[in-house]
């Protein structure tokens, strides 16, 4: 079979995807395998990759399979090496009075503190994974399935899966990631009010999940990936 054509369905691409997981790591087998079947049952809510890699074709899993297993575990931050807007050295000398000694000073802070928050979606999910897969719920790592984190199958096949979309802060949602989907039951949940700064840990919405995490437990959890990360 072409590679770069979409299986017809989940058992004519169910040996292929067997082995393209296992090419990766197999100890990642059985919970790929599950999201998969999940993108062929619905088929509108699988997340693409680009115009060339066709949906659920041979490419898309393999490349599926490789981002799932490589996307567990948040990536050292990392700082850009794109130099900044000079307006926002205007701005912050000419609006907000910083002394114009003190703006290269600024500017690399404001680095760090971007690297710092590109990476803190990342720690929250993996967190958030140590506590929840063991539950049955599957981290959705490599962006399997649109705008969705977690998702947990039932124990009986006639009911429906649940799907699970975090965010860190209650103004990061983006329209994507927003949409109910027909057949299935999307939860949402973020970590953080961002006008107030309450963590939202209490309303985690799955029972035991809620008993087991909170914020100083993640804020021990990203303490011990940074001393991991600086070793």
């Known amino acids: 079979m072409n590679r770069h054509e979409p299986y017809e369905d989940y058992l004519a691409a169910q040996n292929f995807a067997q082995d393209a997981i296992n090419a990766v790591n197999p100890e990642f087998s059985t919970n790929f395998l599950k999201i998969l079947e999940f993108c062929f049952k619905y088929p509108d809510d699988v997340s693409g990759l680009h115009a060339t890699v066709p949906k659920l074709s041979g490419v898309w899993i393999e ?7 490589n996307q567990r575990g948040a990536p050292k931050p990392s700082l850009t090496s794109n130099l900044p807007d000079p307006l926002i050295a205007t701005i912050s000398e000419k609006y907000f009075g ?6 290269d000073s600024l500017l690399k802070h404001h680095k760090m503190a971007m690297a710092a928050e590109n990476v803190t979606g990342n720690l929250l999910e993996e967190y958030v994974a140590t506590n929840m897969e063991p539950l049955g719920w599957i ?7 649109k705008g969705t984190d977690f998702i947990k199958f039932p124990s009986e096949s006639t009911e429906k899966p649940i799907l699970l979309q975090i965010k860190n802060r209650s ?21 953080l009010e961002a006008e107030t700064g309450i963590t939202r ?15 100083d ?14 070793s």
Do not use: H
């Not at 103004?171 to 949409?179: D, K």
């Open 171 to 191: 103004n990061s949602e983006n329209s994507s990631s927003s949409s109910i989907r027909v057949g299935t039951t999307i939860e949402k949940w973020y970590r």
């Open 63 to 69: 490349k599926k399979a490789e981002s799932f297993v």
């Open 217 to 230: 437990k993640f804020q021990d959890f990203a303490i011990s990936r940074i001393t991991e990360w600086k």
């Open 98 to 103: 910083v002394p114009s000694e003190n703006i």
């Open 201 to 215: 840990w209490q309303v985690f919405p799955d029972a035991m999940g809620m008993k087991l995490m909170s914020e």
């Open 139 to 145: 981290w959705c790592s490599g962006m399997m399935i």
